[in-house]
């Protein structure tokens, strides 16, 4: 059943979301590619929103899929977007800025140090 509300997404903190990826969950970025390549998980896929709708046949629906952005308000939209398509989902509370602030793995596209845009 999909949520009511945003109030109503599951959320899971960052470093919680690190050990479920760890064990086997899907992290997926949603933030716009300069984003992305300042500075992201390195274990996350990266589809931007404005393309989750024609990509979401791509994702394994056997698994869960943690979506992160920014701040979350994007993550928290496609989280919402997931769960009505039948996916088990949740957003990463803070998104990368939370996730950097916790000290998690982040990389960069071109080697430098990662930062989140």
């Given at each position: 059943?999909?949520?009511?509300?945003?109030?109503?997404?599951?959320?899971?903190?960052?470093?919680?979301?690190?050990?479920?990826?760890?064990?086997?969950?899907?992290?997926?970025?949603?933030?716009?590619?300069?984003?992305?390549?300042?500075?992201?998980?390195?274990?996350?896929?990266?589809?931007?929103?404005?393309?989750?709708?024609?990509?979401?046949?791509g994702l394994p629906r056997d698994k869960d899929?943690?979506?992160?952005?920014?701040?979350?308000?994007r993550s928290a939209r496609a989280t919402a977007?997931?769960?009505?398509?039948?996916?088990?989902?949740?957003?990463?509370?803070?998104?990368?800025?939370?996730?950097?602030?916790?000290?998690?793995?982040?990389?960069?596209?071109?080697?430098?140090?990662?930062v989140v845009a």
């Amino acid at each position: 059943m999909a949520p009511a509300s945003y109030d109503e997404i599951p959320i899971v903190a960052p470093r919680d979301a690190f050990d479920l990826v760890a064990a086997g969950a899907v992290l997926v970025d949603v933030r716009e590619d300069f984003e992305w390549e300042a500075g992201h998980a390195p274990t996350a896929r990266h589809i931007p929103l404005s393309e989750l709708q024609e990509q979401v046949d791509g994702l394994p629906r056997d698994k869960d899929v943690l979506l992160v952005c920014r701040a979350g308000s994007r993550s928290a939209r496609a989280t919402a977007f997931l769960l009505q398509s039948g996916f088990k989902a949740s957003n990463v509370d803070g998104g990368m800025t939370a996730w950097a602030a916790e000290a998690l793995p982040m990389e960069s596209e071109d080697g430098s140090p990662a930062v989140v845009a």
